[in-house]
């Protein structure tokens, strides 16, 4: 039995690149404008929207990146290694979605028991930025949006690595420990 039919399978696959890095991009623009906004204003859609973009960004932009790894060795192959204007637009996402994964400046976590995650983070900011080595090689052409990909990176790296450090010198034992040796 076929769940979806091979029409919708092929739009899904030239599209879905396109729809979670739009979708991941909505959910950084929530965060920045609704992020800030919680903690004076206590309704309850503002904290519901928060909460269900807090918890959705992370998660579309590594299935964007996943999407991104899968497919740059298939076109990189089927294309014998030359790279066309969507491969290194492709490679230039994998940096950008690794800046959307260090999240916008107004929210770093949206409960303090977020902060105990900080190990998580670590891991997930070692694995996706393996993944966006990986992929920043095989869109490489020297263009300027190849250049702007590697600037994007380390721009990405620094601010992932920066909610994870922050994260972890949150956490409670950490607080802890900084109350210990000041008293």
């Known amino acids: 039995m076929e769940l979806f039919s091979a029409s919708l399978r092929k739009i899904w696959k ?58 740059i060795s298939d076109i990189y192959d089927e294309k014998g290694g030359f790279i066309d204007a969507n491969t290194e637009l492709a490679g230039f ?3 950008f979605l690794l800046l959307h994964l260090g999240g916008p400046d107004t929210i770093t976590a949206f409960s303090l028991e977020d902060n105990e995650l900080w190990l998580r983070h670590f891991l997930g900011l070692v694995v996706q930025t393996l993944m966006a080595i990986y992929v ?28 994870t450090w922050v994260l972890g010198k949150a956490s409670t034992e950490k607080i802890r420990v900084f109350r210990r040796a000041r008293q």
């Open 93 to 95: 996402w994998a940096p």
């Open 14 to 71: 030239e599209w879905n690149l396109r729809v979670t890095v739009l979708l991941s991009l909505t959910l950084q623009i929530v965060l920045i404008t609704l992020g800030n906004r919680r903690k004076y204003n206590h309704k309850l859609w503002i904290r519901i929207v928060v909460w269900c973009a807090y918890l959705s960004a992370d998660v579309i932009a590594m299935f964007a990146l996943g999407i991104i790894t899968n497919n």
């Open 136 to 163: 920043l090689p095989m869109s490489w052409n020297g263009s300027i949006l190849s250049i702007l990909s590697l600037l994007m990176f380390i721009a990405g790296l620094i601010k992932y690595g920066e909610r």
